[in-house]
C-alpha cells in the first residue's frame, strides 16, 4: 500500500495545522499550493508509486481536513453544488483542492466578494470567472473589474457564440468596463456579430456608434403625444441613439450565422419594444396583419397620420421574436449562409421593418441584396 513519502507528510501536517483559505492540488508539477493570510505556500511533492495513487492521497488527506472525514469529494455534491445551492462552508469547500469543489462555490448564491477572491485563485479560467459575475455582489466588489479584465483579454480567444454573448452580457455590467474597453469590445464584434448581441440587450440606448442622423421632423408632435406608449417609443427611436440601436440590430440579422444569434437579436429586438405589450406570432405574415390592425386604432396614427407605416413597424417588431423563428430553427442543423437563407421569412420582414423605421435608410448593399432575395416593401 502506497504512503506519503515521510517529508510529505511532514510538510502537509504542517500546512494543514496553520490558517489556510485555499488549496491548488497540481498534478502535472507535482505541487500543492495554498494561500494564507500571509501569502502563498508551496509544498513540492515526492511522489513513492504511482502518480495518480499518490495524488489520490494527497487529496483525502486535504479533503478529510477539510471535512472533517476521510474520504474524497463525493459525487452527489458536485452535482448538487454545481447548481448554486451550496451554502454554508463554502470556505471549507476551497480547501478540498477539488475543481469541483472550487466550482461549486463559484456557483453558489452565497459568494462573496472574498470567497471569489479565494477561489479566483485557486481556479483562475474564464468559467468560473463567468459564473462568479453572474452574481451581482462581485460585480459590485472588489473583484468585478479583476474578473472582467479577464474575460476582456482572452475575449479572442472564444469562438462559441453563445460563450461570446453571455460574456459580453456580464461585461457591460455597470461599473465594470470603462468606455473605452467598451468601445474595444464593440470594434471586435465587427469580426464577430455574436459580440454586439450583448449590447443591444444591455446597452440599447448607449450603442458606441457614431452619432446618426436624427428623425426630428416629428419631434413636436410626438412631444404633445408623450402620454401614449407609442409616441413615446418613437421619440426614443427617431434619436440618435435609437437609430444606432436600429443600425446594429439590423446589421447582426442581415446575416444570421448561427442559431444562437439569430434567436437572442429577435429577442433583444422584440424587448426594445416591449412598452408595447404584444403577443408573439407563429410567423412574420401573422405579426404584420395584427400590427396593420393595431395600428390603426392608434392614438398617434389619428393625430399624425405620416407615421402610421412606423407605427405599424414598431407594433410588428414587438410581435417577433425567437418565439416566430423557431418553426425553422427546430427544423434544421444548419448554419452559415445555409441558415441564414432558410430564416429569411423572418429575416426579410424584419430588415424591412427596420428599414421603415430609419426612415428609409438602408445600406446599398444591404438594399441590394434584399431585391434579389425579393425582400417585401412593407409600410408602403
Known amino acids: 500500500m502506497i504512503e506519503l513519502a515521510p517529508e510529505d507528510a511532514l510538510r502537509l501536517h504542517v500546512l494543514l495545522a496553520g490558517e489556510l483559505q485555499a488549496v491548488r492540488i497540481e498534478e502535472a508539477s507535482r505541487m500543492v499550493r495554498a494561500l494564507t493570510p500571509q501569502g502563498e505556500v508551496v509544498v513540492r511533492l515526492h511522489p513513492t508509486g504511482r502518480i495518480d495513487s499518490y495524488l489520490r492521497m494527497v487529496r483525502e488527506l486535504?479533503?478529510?481536513?477539510?471535512?472533517?472525514?476521510?474520504?474524497?469529494?463525493?459525487?452527489?455534491?458536485?452535482?448538487?453544488?454545481?447548481?448554486?445551492?451550496?451554502?454554508?462552508?463554502?470556505?471549507?469547500?476551497?480547501?478540498?483542492?477539488?475543481p469541483e469543489a472550487v466550482i461549486s462555490v463559484a456557483c453558489s448564491a452565497s459568494l462573496t466578494d472574498e470567497l471569489a477572491r479565494r477561489a479566483w485563485w485557486a481556479m483562475p479560467d474564464s468559467e468560473n470567472a463567468r459564473r462568479m459575475l453572474a452574481r451581482q455582489a462581485i460585480v459590485a466588489g472588489n473583484m468585478?473589474?479583476?474578473?472582467?479584465?479577464?474575460?476582456?483579454?482572452?475575449?479572442?480567444?472564444?469562438s462559441s457564440p453563445v460563450v461570446l454573448m453571455e460574456t459580453v452580457r456580464l461585461l457591460l455590467e455597470?461599473?465594470?468596463l470603462d468606455e473605452e474597453a467598451k468601445l474595444r469590445l464593440w470594434q471586435k464584434g465587427k469580426q464577430d456579430r455574436a459580440c454586439h448581441v450583448g449590447f443591444l440587450e444591455k446597452l440599447p440606448d448607449r450603442i458606441p456608434e457614431p452619432d446618426l442622423p436624427v428623425r426630428e421632423e416629428f419631434f413636436a408632435q410626438l412631444h404633445a403625444l408623450r402620454d401614449h406608449r407609442a409616441a413615446k417609443l418613437l421619440g426614443r427611436l427617431f434619436s440618435g441613439s435609437g437609430q444606432a440601436f436600429l443600425k446594429a440590430a439590423g446589421a447582426i440579422l442581415r446575416n444570421p450565422l448561427e442559431k444562437e444569434v439569430a434567436s437572442a437579436s429577435l429577442d433583444a429586438l422584440a424587448r426594445y419594444f416591449s412598452i408595447l405589450e404584444s403577443d408573439s406570432f407563429d410567423s412574420?405574415?401573422?405579426?404584420?396583419?395584427?400590427?396593420?390592425e393595431k395600428s390603426s386604432e392608434n392614438e398617434v396614427v389619428h393625430a399624425i397620420s405620416e407615421l402610421r407605416p412606423e407605427v405599424e413597424a414598431m407594433f410588428a417588431l414587438s410581435a417577433i421574436d425567437s418565439h416566430t423563428a423557431r418553426p425553422i430553427l427546430s427544423r434544421t442543423?444548419?448554419?452559415?449562409?445555409l441558415l441564414a437563407s432558410k430564416l429569411e421569412p423572418v429575416v426579410l420582414p424584419v430588415l424591412s421593418l427596420i428599414?421603415?423605421?430609419r426612415g428609409g435608410q438602408e445600406e446599398p448593399e444591404a438594399r441590394r441584396r434584399r431585391r434579389a432575395r425579393g425582400g417585401p416593401e412593407i409600410g408602403a
Open 62 to 98: 486535504f479533503a478529510g481536513h477539510a471535512s472533517g472525514s476521510p474520504g474524497g469529494y463525493p459525487v452527489y455534491l458536485q452535482r448538487w453544488t454545481r447548481m448554486g445551492q451550496a451554502h454554508g462552508g463554502l470556505d471549507r469547500l476551497l480547501l478540498f483542492g477539488e
Open 355 to 357: 428599414r421603415i423605421l
Open 144 to 158: 468585478g473589474k479583476l474578473l472582467a479584465t479577464h474575460l476582456l483579454e482572452h475575449l479572442p480567444f472564444e
Open 284 to 292: 412574420a405574415e401573422e405579426a404584420l396583419r395584427w400590427a396593420k
Open 333 to 337: 442543423t444548419a448554419s452559415g449562409t
Open 174 to 176: 455597470p461599473g465594470l
